[in-house]
């Protein structure tokens, strides 16, 4: 290989190419969070703008008013129960497109990617039709005298909760697909050679080997219900003011604590940094190395 | 599972998770077709008079040019990033790559919102008015990880002897950026776009807090209609928004392969 090759392909050119992208990441997205962690230090004075002073009482109010640890609860604790149900519906369908052997998969994907790909608000539409007082869920409940009269879905804890599910069972089912498809058929085969009844090797080995997917999917799913932000506000009602981006979205937009926001904001931060963070080392001790951001589908 | 009863229990799981994926969906195009206000399940008969009422009302499809051209111009500068970024982290070996790679990916990782948030303290603070722009750049931030995803993917499966090939026939690297690689990675190209042009024309969160009064995309103003209205023309709209999106995506089963894209193969 001549010089100008070996000049052109392994030099210095790759800081040319870098140069542009990186130069509008830092301006626009890495700059702007500087500010807003910066700005998290300062005092917002109603009225009067950005108070200039170093200052922890944003983190201090956080940490010590009950309603707003209330809301971090609340905020970490549904994330563990969406996660948890999306699971128990995506597992069998990711196994399902994993290893059956089928003539339509690529119908099966479109079947499964055209949910993922409407848009949140269409479906969050559609389920404030079903669940809303006159909707179909509430007159098929009360027909069948489950319930004697209509029950406000909508607006409540319930309803948050299944269409975060709904939201998020296509982005864990596409997440555990891949993982469920390395495991090796002839491990299946030899437990069944060695006499593992069905129940027994997908107790042994099936579920044991999927479970870097299953994190990895988990923490993924999770992180994005923590930092969910149109579902809560759309149709939490009450329940919704208690998620923190929403708290943050208040703060910002209604009573213009920017300072105040930008706390919330790097907590919530931090939270799914650590959440990403520690899941991806479980992952790697597993010695099973799956990367998030490799996994990451959306 | 060989067992029947194991498998019928898998089959069936299968078919109530669809079923209960397509379920808002199917509800959403029936009431579409609803003759009256009523939203009820399925419609007393059948009319077109909410898709005839939605191009009637220029605040959708003004929302609706908006989204496009915000989502070209994102897909395209995006797609720009996205195949100079590839080119130095797949080619090059340099010191701090992984910290660069983290770096594209942040927008992937971070909230959203807290997205959101940043740019427009930034943007306020910058004095930076021009709505178009705010909201132009910030779907190209959210967009960028998706053209490098996929672009860098095809990349790695390219072996480097086409580039070397042609810089030993003496090409310079323009005609062997133009003529050898962009005909390789073409397949990355148009998924990138195409992934990009969807993540920025359906992106609700990012666009909450950068648009401006005449710059309101097409799912924010569905957002901020159903605040006040509830009525089967959000049907229509989500009628034709669904039916472009499963177009779409078997276009490009058909095209690309979307086990590829979405690296479940």
Same mark, same amino acid.
């Given at each position: 290989?001549?010089?100008?090759?070996?000049?052109?392909?392994?030099?210095?050119?790759?800081?040319?190419?870098?140069?542009?992208?990186?130069?509008?990441?830092?301006?626009?997205?890495?700059?702007?969070?500087?500010?807003?962690?910066?700005?998290?230090?300062?005092?917002?004075?109603?009225?009067?703008?950005?108070?200039?002073?170093?200052?922890?009482?944003?983190?201090?109010?956080?940490?010590?008013?009950?309603?707003?640890?209330?809301?971090?609860?609340?905020?970490?604790?549904?994330?563990?129960?969406?996660?948890?149900?999306?699971?128990?519906?995506?597992?069998?369908?990711?196994?399902?497109?994993?290893?059956?052997?089928?003539?339509?998969?690529?119908?099966?994907?479109?079947?499964?990617?055209?949910?993922?790909?409407?848009?949140?608000?269409?479906?969050?539409?559609?389920?404030?039709?079903?669940?809303?007082?006159?909707?179909?869920?509430?007159?098929?409940?009360?027909?069948?005298?489950?319930?004697?009269?209509?029950?406000?879905?909508?607006?409540?804890?319930?309803?948050?909760?299944?269409?975060?599910?709904?939201?998020?069972?296509?982005?864990?089912?596409?997440?555990?697909?891949?993982?469920?498809?390395?495991?090796?058929?002839?491990?299946?085969?030899?437990?069944?050679?060695?006499?593992?009844?069905?129940?027994?090797?997908?107790?042994?080995?099936?579920?044991?080997?999927?479970?870097?997917?299953?994190?990895?999917?988990?923490?993924?799913? &999770?992180?994005?219900?923590?930092?969910?932000?149109?579902?809560?506000?759309?149709?939490?009602?009450?329940?919704?003011?208690?998620?923190?981006?929403?708290?943050?979205?208040?703060?910002?937009?209604?009573?213009?604590?920017?300072?105040?926001?930008?706390?919330?904001?790097?907590?919530?931060?931090?939270?799914?940094?650590?959440?990403?963070?520690?899941?991806?080392?479980?992952?790697?001790?597993?010695?099973?190395?799956?990367?998030?951001?490799?996994?990451?589908?959306? | 599972?060989?067992?029947?009863?194991?498998?019928?229990?898998?089959?069936?799981?299968?078919?109530?998770?669809?079923?209960?994926?397509?379920?808002?969906?199917?509800?959403?195009?029936?009431?579409?077709?609803?003759?009256?206000?009523?939203?009820?399940?399925?419609?007393?008969?059948?009319?077109?008079?909410?898709?005839?009422?939605?191009?009637?009302?220029?605040?959708?499809?003004?929302?609706?040019?908006?989204?496009?051209?915000?989502?070209?111009?994102?897909?395209?500068?995006?797609?720009?990033?996205?195949?100079?970024?590839?080119?130095?982290?797949?080619?090059?070996?340099?010191?701090?790559?992984?910290?660069?790679?983290?770096?594209?990916?942040?927008?992937?990782?971070?909230?959203?919102?807290?997205?959101?948030?940043?740019?427009?303290?930034?943007?306020?603070?910058?004095?930076?008015?021009?709505?178009?722009?705010?909201?132009?750049?910030?779907?190209?931030?959210?967009?960028?990880?998706?053209?490098?995803?996929?672009?860098?993917?095809?990349?790695?499966?390219?072996?480097?002897?086409?580039?070397?090939?042609?810089?030993?026939?003496?090409?310079?690297?323009?005609?062997?950026?133009?003529?050898?690689?962009?005909?390789?990675?073409?397949?990355?190209?148009?998924?990138?776009?195409?992934?990009?042009?969807?993540?920025?024309?359906?992106?609700?969160?990012?666009?909450?807090?950068?648009?401006?009064?005449?710059?309101?995309?097409?799912?924010?103003?569905?957002?901020? &209609?159903?605040?006040?209205?509830?009525?089967?023309?959000?049907?229509?709209?989500?009628?034709?928004?669904?039916?472009?999106?499963?177009?779409?995506?078997?276009?490009?089963?058909?095209?690309?392969?979307?086990?590829?894209?979405?690296?479940?193969?």
């Amino acid at each position: 290989m001549n010089a100008r090759i070996r000049s052109l392909l392994f030099k210095r050119t790759y800081l040319l190419f870098l140069a542009p992208p990186l130069l509008v990441v830092t301006i626009f997205l890495i700059f702007p969070l500087c500010i807003l962690l910066q700005y998290s230090f300062r005092l917002s004075v109603p009225g009067q703008g950005m108070k200039m002073v170093f200052t922890l009482s944003n983190y201090m109010r956080f940490f010590t008013d009950a309603y707003y640890l209330n809301g971090l609860w609340i905020t970490l604790g549904t994330g563990f129960v969406v996660v948890v149900i999306t699971l128990l519906f995506a597992y069998p369908v990711a196994y399902f497109y994993a290893k059956t052997r089928l003539k339509h998969r690529g119908f099966l994907l479109v079947m499964l990617l055209s949910p993922f790909y409407t848009n949140i608000i269409i479906k969050i539409f559609g389920w404030m039709v079903l669940l809303g007082r006159q909707g179909i869920v509430n007159k098929l409940l009360v027909s069948f005298q489950l319930l004697d009269r209509p029950f406000e879905f909508l607006y409540s804890y319930i309803g948050v909760i299944i269409i975060m599910v709904y939201i998020h069972i296509p982005m864990m089912t596409l997440l555990l697909i891949g993982s469920i498809q390395n495991i090796r058929d002839s491990l299946i085969e030899s437990a069944r050679i060695c006499g593992s009844r069905n129940f027994g090797v997908f107790r042994d080995i099936i579920l044991p080997l999927s479970i870097p997917g299953i994190l990895s999917g988990s923490i993924i799913v &999770y992180t994005s219900v923590i930092a969910a932000f149109i579902i809560p506000l759309m149709v939490g009602g009450d329940w919704g003011k208690k998620f923190i981006s929403v708290m943050m979205y208040t703060h910002m937009n209604v009573t213009q604590n920017w300072s105040f926001a930008s706390a919330i904001a790097v907590i919530l931060i931090i939270t799914s940094l650590t959440m990403i963070v520690t899941s991806s080392k479980i992952i790697k001790s597993m010695k099973l190395g799956v990367l998030i951001s490799e996994k990451f589908v959306r | 599972m060989k067992s029947s009863s194991g498998r019928s229990l898998l089959v069936a799981s299968n078919v109530i998770v669809y079923a209960f994926l397509f379920l808002p969906l199917i509800i959403v195009v029936g009431i579409s077709f609803s003759p009256s206000y009523q939203m009820g399940f399925p419609p007393a008969g059948l009319s077109l008079r909410w898709f005839k009422y939605i191009f009637d009302r220029t605040e959708f499809t003004d929302a609706f040019y908006v989204s496009v051209i915000v989502a070209l111009f994102a897909a395209f500068f995006a797609l720009i990033m996205g195949v100079l970024c590839s080119l130095a982290l797949v080619r090059y070996k340099f010191r701090g790559k992984t910290i660069v790679e983290n770096i594209f990916m942040m927008p992937i990782i971070l909230p959203t919102v807290v997205t959101g948030v940043a740019m427009l303290q930034f943007f306020s603070i910058m004095g930076f008015y021009n709505f178009w722009i705010r909201l132009i750049l910030g779907h190209i931030i959210i967009t960028i990880p998706y053209t490098i995803r996929s672009i860098s993917a095809n990349l790695y499966g390219l072996s480097m002897s086409y580039e070397e090939a042609s810089l030993v026939m003496g090409a310079n690297y323009m005609q062997t950026f133009k003529n050898v690689l962009m005909p390789l990675i073409k397949p990355g190209i148009i998924a990138g776009a195409l992934l990009a042009f969807i993540i920025s024309f359906d992106n609700v969160t990012v666009s909450l807090f950068l648009i401006g009064a005449k710059t309101v995309t097409l799912p924010v103003r569905i957002m901020l &209609y159903l605040d006040w209205q509830f009525d089967p023309s959000v049907a229509a709209i989500s009628t034709i928004l669904i039916s472009l999106t499963v177009v779409g995506i078997i276009i490009a089963e058909r095209i690309v392969g979307l086990a590829n894209i979405m690296k479940v193969e």
